[in-house]
């Protein structure tokens, strides 16, 4: 296997540059997710290393080996597509064998790796089927398998589930993920759908209009984000947000929304005491908004309490989203099933103080 190395990678279309001074290093057998919206350069960084994409400026090395010259079928990965690109006239062992035949390898070796990628992928009664007498999640198992007969390097995915149906994505990604952990293998995958990037990868990358914006594991993104918009981009629903006043009240601290203020806490109040008379962007998520009937708090001092009205109702079984306005901002609480609220009613909710969020409003970096 093998780890990967972009150093000041920079890539450029005439006067346009999609890709800005990318640094990432991942190691050797993980699984690492490129994430952004559509637009933010992330196709066009795993291009370049496939080497599809010519490098503008920078260094791109696998397992040591500088490839920035080096041609794509010389760089030991393999990549699969969004479109599964199979040939509808072969068989699908036929397809799966094509890549080894142009390599030349034995007919012996040939039959023992596609039985073998068969196997790991639960597609051995389909060997002499054709793409057109499959579904849609076997036809990406077919791609994929192409791609394990190979034995790689390195593994790239370029958005390979966003042609299946929600449910179909939900079994990809669990097959995916046991194929990360069954072959040990360094991947990289492209999405743009952040649920994808939460549940695969132990290494996500974020991206913003060709810049990284945080690298991080999922737990951390979501806990720590380092800006308003990985906060924003990472989580669903997503954060909510909304501006509030810093006040400094005879020495003390308050965040203002308008409707309602609380107090800061300790540990930030040196550092946020600095933005006092200006505004802020304060963000909470909306599993950590609760309705005040069912909260009993162990520390009350560390809570913010407000009032409401709901404008939209969401049962979705396990949970219920609210749609919430507090008259100034809207906002979405994920609260439990068994709640009573409805539409047009003023409920009162609060939120634990240590779970929020602020952000500069001129530079969206985190304050705290």
Known sequence: MANIILKNVWKRYGELDIVKDFNIEIPDKSFCILVGP????????LRM????????????????????????????IAMVFQSYALYPHMTVYDNMAFGLKLRGYSKKEIQQRVNEAAEILGIGH????RPKQLSGGQRQRVAVGRAIVRKPKVFLFDEPL???????????????KKLHERLQSTMIYVTH???????????????KEGRIQQIAGPIELY???ANKFVAGFIGSPAMNFFEVEVLNKNGEIFLSEGTFEYQAPAQIKDKI??????????????EDIYDKLFFN??????????????EVVEPLGSEIYLHLNTGKNELVAKVDSHNQAKTNQIIELVFNISKTHLFDNETGAKIM
């Not at 600095?274 to 505004?279: E, F, L, S």
Request: proline share 5%.
């Open 193 to 207: 759908d952040q649920t994808e990037a939460m549940t695969m990868g132990d290494m996500i990358c974020v991206m």
């Open 162 to 176: 966003s042609n299946l149906d929600a449910k179909l994505r939900g079994q990809m990604r669990a097959e995916l």
């Open 38 to 45: 559509s637009g933010c350069g992330k196709t066009t960084t």
């Open 126 to 129: 389909l060997l002499e089927r």
């Open 223 to 225: 806990d720590n984000p």
């Open 273 to 286: 005491g600095q933005y006092a008379g200006q505004k802020v962007t304060m963000g909470i998520r909306p």
């Open 49 to 76: 290393v496939a080497g599809l994409e010519e490098i503008s400026e920078g260094d791109i090395y696998i397992d040591g080996l500088r490839v920035n010259d080096i041609p794509p079928k010389k760089r030991d």
């Open 297 to 310: 708090p162990t520390n009350k001092s560390a809570v913010s309490s407000f009032s409401a009205t709901v």
